[in-house]
């Protein structure tokens, strides 16, 4: 596992679970949606990282919209306004592998 983030940033508003580290960040437009993608990567379980965001995605003021577990990978997601969010995770041996993709419409 890593032992530094990549550069880049963490997406706002969206708290990071504890001793994850930052190893991806993409950004583009599709159409009118900007899309951005984090990835991280955590010593630990799926299970502690699920009940992690379904906690403070509330605190953060993300209305949570359900779950899935489709093919090993287990996706939440979520809606604050426009903005919808993602957290997938997946268990990679003794890591979680954390994606956080959130979609905004731009203005226009």
């Keep these: 596992m890593p032992s530094e983030d990549l550069s880049w940033e963490d997406i706002?508003?969206?708290q990071r679970y504890p001793g994850a580290v930052r190893v991806r960040y993409e950004s583009h437009l599709l159409g009118d949606e900007r899309v951005t993608?984090?990835?991280y990567l955590a010593e630990g379980e799926v299970g502690d990282a699920?009940?992690?965001y379904e906690s403070r995605l509330d605190e953060d003021g993300w209305a949570l919209q359900g779950s899935d577990y489709?093919?090993?990978?287990?996706?939440?997601?979520a809606r604050q306004g426009e903005a919808e969010l993602l957290v997938e995770l997946e268990q990679a041996e003794e890591?979680?592998?954390i994606e956080i993709e959130i979609s905004e419409t731009l203005s226009p």
Excluded at 70 to 77: F, K, S, T
């Design 12 to 14: 706002s508003g969206i």
């Design 37 to 39: 993608e984090v990835g």
């Design 50 to 52: 699920e009940e992690f």
């Design 70 to 77: 489709d093919a090993g990978e287990r996706v939440l997601r």
């Design 95 to 97: 890591l979680v592998e």
